[in-house]
């Protein structure tokens, strides 16, 4: 299964995500229609940047009176069937990162369906910070990252490692 | 989806980094998507304007026919008419006041950098050497800064392999979107990363090191950082004393650049100006130095970036891996004319005011040619076609553009959209996108060619080599217009690179043309040949050449004239022409959903200043500068993103036009950029 996962270090917050999803919900860039949001804290300078997380027990699926959230076989996404949404809000409500949010044209609640495996989001991510990676392989490029982090701890003297030279 | 959709491999042109694009087009031909291609430049990422070039080329305000200007209205006509009319015109010019009352003027709407070399073939081929284009207010300070010290220009440094990146006045996620995965990926892997700017922009927010400094003072940030570099002996001792010169003037000069007034000067703290130091330290010579638009647009401008240039002299880093990497061109024949029929005896605009400008880029001085056109001094120029620009909205000082492109005797606009600049045209021709034509492009990081596709064509819409053909065919220079259409032309383009149209084609996701070599320098010299482009074949810290021209041989600093000459009646300091990612410049202003994320011209400001003015965000304002006002809305930005003092005005509204107030008459003597980027200004509440 593969998720998309997301680097607080290397997001610059130019929206091109929340562009991209918006795009591919309404045909427009508004970045209120878009499924992902990028949150700047200017006091600390952060970016935050947050979508659904696709949770194996979702809880929005499991408290949804219609059932009409459901997880994808095939992608993996928890999904909302607009048709079946009943507009009742419960998801937006139990969602404990407040990743759904309700959409006032078509009165249902909507999110982030991965874009049926191919995430628009992550394709217009020009830092890099969004990836779609398979969960098996995601400690592959969690090692290369904190690799690197070591390496540069050693060069600058602030860590040291016995033996070798 | 039901329809069968095709897939075509191109590049995009909605900005100028030209990403690998998949466009899908459906059945009736229609591009209805464009995503990432596994182009070597982008990696299968876009920035959002590249997928909205669908609707560029979809647009129903596409100019798809010839219009002429008849009693102040546009009427169409045939396209073969109105090229008759045209070149007839041009003709009466030429006999009235000689070829070079005509001029031609490249914009950044429409092509690659081949548009612009056939801009420059076709002026030359009628016998005028007046080629003008956005170049002389962008880029080419670069260029011209870095390849006086070096002999080149790194337009795209190895990033990746870096150790180090020092970013001044840059910020690539909104000028150049997928350079921000590079300098990521350094990033990751333990580089230290310095953003050198007024504003916190994008970068910044994920720099190490953000260095929030005064504008147009990076010039004596550079040469504090360089008389630390010597003293505390941090610089690479061999490469000095092989490969430069004027190390001990250099040298002798940095020593009033003492902490106390650099951190004076810049704004910037002691902690930051050692930190900075440090990381340059900690990078050896995997540093890459890259200096941004926010250099240029200062008086002082080509010396702030040399200044700049030395520190990679010092530490070595030209031509490294992980530093600033000098790539291998690609080997085209040669386009433009400058060596069978260079005409430097019929003046070129602007090259003796600023010969620098001209010995360097061959580039004419647009701002001028306003005077020019105006004056008749020193000669007439009286005709101009403009390739997808508009200089109305661009160039500063925006009632001079006005005055003089409306008293030119005949004015030609190619345009997809109507502009502020084509409105005072004669003749706006219909101009092909980039998804119809095929042209070359490189990108030098990789060393990589790549063949443009021609997606679709438009009946009567032509290429820029069609339309220049026809025309130089109607004026007598059909002989440097052979080849039957532009497929033809990059035949004889590629043949002596040894790589064949069949190979690019091959290869849509770029064509890597030479294998990545460093130190360059180290194998010239070992075969004789000059180890840097420059006059000395050395990097030049002190240049003969300048000094000569009687400019200042070492990069020398002054002040911006806001500090140096402070003056009550305008006491804030405007910067104009960071970018808003989403749009380019002037462009896609008409795009109904890039207006819903950005609707309007923006005047950032610091809440200090806010306060002391009695301004609330989102309130309209006047701004003045000794030429002119203009109303636009306040931002108030958090007090770490701006400076006090400082505010910064978006560029490219016509309904905000900040270039009513920008001069074109304060200049760098050397390259003569107009000081856009600390212009004295006063502000009220309206
Ligand atoms: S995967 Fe698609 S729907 Fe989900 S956040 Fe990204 S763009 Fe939006
Ligand atoms: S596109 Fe990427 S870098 Fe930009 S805001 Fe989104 S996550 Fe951050
Ligand atoms: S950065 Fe954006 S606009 Fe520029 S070439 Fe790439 S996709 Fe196109």
Same mark, same amino acid.
């Given at each position: 299964m593969k998720y998309i996962t997301i680097d607080l270090d290397k997001c610059v917050s130019c929206s091109n995500c929340e562009y991209a999803c918006a795009f591919a919900q309404t045909?427009?860039?508004?970045?209120?229609?878009?499924?992902i949001r990028v949150n700047y804290y200017p006091e600390t300078v952060t970016s935050i940047t947050m979508t659904c997380m696709h949770c194996t027990d979702a809880w929005c699926m499991e408290v949804c009176p219609a059932n009409a959230i459901s997880k994808d076989e095939a992608t993996g996404a928890v999904v909302i069937d607009q048709d079946q949404c009943a507009g009742c809000k419960m998801c937006i409500m139990v969602c404990p990162f407040g990743n759904i949010h309700f959409n006032p044209t078509k009165l249902v609640s909507q999110k982030c369906d991965l874009c049926g495996g191919d995430p628009n989001c992550v394709k217009f991510c020009i830092s890099g910070a969004l990836q779609f990676e398979e969960a098996e392989e995601l400690f592959d490029s969690k090692r290369t990252k904190l690799d690197g982090k070591l390496n540069q701890l050693i060069l600058e003297g602030k860590i040291k490692i016995k033996g070798g030279e | 989806m039901g329809n069968e959709r095709k897939q075509i491999k191109s590049l995009c042109r909605m900005c100028d980094d030209h990403c690998g694009i998949n466009v899908y087009v459906d059945e009736q031909g229609q591009v209805v998507n464009i995503d990432g291609s596994n182009h070597y430049w982008n990696r299968g990422r876009l920035c959002v304007k590249g997928r909205a070039g669908v609707d560029f080329v979809n647009h129903p305000d596409r100019i798809l026919k010839p219009l002429k200007k008849i009693d102040g209205k546009f009427v169409e006509i045939e396209l073969e008419q109105a090229l008759d009319e045209i070149a007839k015109k041009m003709s009466e010019i030429t006999e009235k006041h000689g070829a070079r009352a005509n001029s031609i003027w490249k914009g950044?709407?429409?092509?690659?950098?081949q548009e612009e070399e056939l801009a420059r073939r076709f002026i030359h081929a009628i016998g005028s050497p007046n080629y003008f284009s956005n170049d002389s207010q962008c880029f080419v300070g670069r260029w011209i800064g870095y390849s006086l010290v070096a002999g080149s220009w790194m337009a795209q440094p190895d990033f990746e392999n870096s150790r180090c990146i020092v970013l001044w006045? *840059?910020? +690539?996620?909104? *000028?150049? +979107?997928?350079m921000t995965q590079y300098i990521m990926n350094a990033k990751e892997k333990g580089a230290k990363i310095i953003a050198i700017d007024s504003r916190l922009s994008n970068i910044a927010r994920q720099a190490d090191i953000f260095a929030q400094i005064r504008p147009g003072t990076d010039g004596a940030l550079a040469l504090g950082i360089i008389k630390i570099l010597i003293e505390e002996k941090i610089y690479n001792q061999h490469f000095v004393e092989h490969?430069?010169?004027?190390f001990d003037k250099l040298k002798d000069y940095v020593q009033k650049f003492s902490k106390e007034f650099v951190c004076q000067e810049t704004g910037i703290s002691e902690d930051i100006l050692n930190d900075i130091v440090k990381a340059i330290h900690f990078g050896k010579s995997q540093v890459v130095n890259y200096v941004g638009n926010g250099l240029e647009h200062h008086e002082n401008g080509i010396n702030n970036i040399r200044a700049v240039a030395c520190i990679d002299a010092l530490i070595a880093s030209f031509d490294q891996k992980g530093g600033n990497f000098m790539p291998e061109g690609f080997g085209p024949s040669e386009l433009t004319l400058y060596h069978e029929k260079p005409l430097t005896e019929l003046e070129p605009i602007g090259a003796d005011k600023f010969p620098v400008l001209y010995e360097y880029r061959k580039e004419c001085h647009t701002m001028t040619a306003m005077d020019t056109i105006i004056t008749e001094k020193p000669y007439a120029l009286k005709s101009m076609i403009i390739i997808g620009a508009n200089p109305v909205l661009t160039n500063p000082n925006t009632n001079k553009v006005i005055e003089a492109l409306s008293k030119l005797e005949l004015l030609v606009v190619r345009e997809l959209f109507m502009t502020e600049t084509a409105e005072l045209a004669d003749y706006i021709l219909p101009a092909a996108s980039y998804l119809e034509r095929s042209e070359l492009h490189y990108h030098g990081m990789h060393q990589v060619a790549t063949l443009t596709n021609r997606i679709q064509t438009i009946e009567g819409v032509q290429d820029e080599y069609m339309f220049l053909h026809d025309l130089a065919h109607r004026l007598g220079a059909g002989e440097y217009f052979p080849w039957e259409n532009e497929d033809r032309l990059n035949e004889w383009l590629v043949e002596p690179s040894g790589v064949t149209i069949e190979t690019l084609k091959a290869h849509p996701e770029g064509y890597q043309y030479k294998p990545l070599q460093y130190k360059k320098w180290e194998a010239k010299e070992a075969r004789g040949e000059k180890p840097f482009n420059t006059r000395t074949g050395k990097v030049e810290l002190f240049s003969q050449y300048l000094e000569d021209m009687g400019y200042d041989g070492l990069p020398v600093y002054h002040s911006p004239d806001f500090i140096a000459n402070p003056d009550s009646e305008y006491p804030y300091t405007m910067i104009t022409g960071?970018?808003?990612?989403?749009?380019y410049h002037s462009r896609n202003k008409n795009f109904k959903r890039f207006l819903t994320a950005v609707p309007r011209a923006e005047l950032e400001l610091h809440p200090y200043d806010a306060k002391n003015l009695g301004i609330a965000d989102g309130d309209l304002v006047r701004v003045t500068s000794q030429i002119g006002s203009v109303e636009v809305h306040a931002v108030i930005k958090h007090e770490r993103e701006i400076m006090p003092g400082i505010i910064q005005f978006t560029h490219g509204w016509k309904e905000a036009n900040v270039n009513l107030i920008?001069?074109?008459?304060?200049?760098?003597?050397?390259?003569?950029?107009?000081?856009?980027?600390a212009v004295k200004v006063k502000i009220e509440k309206i």
């Open positions: 045909e427009d860039f508004a970045r209120k229609d878009s499924n | 950044e709407a429409v092509g690659f950098a006045g *840059a910020n +690539p996620p909104s *000028a150049h +979107p997928n490969y430069t010169t004027g960071a970018r808003k990612m989403i749009y920008t001069h074109d008459d304060k200049f760098d003597p050397i390259d003569g950029f107009p000081l856009m980027k």
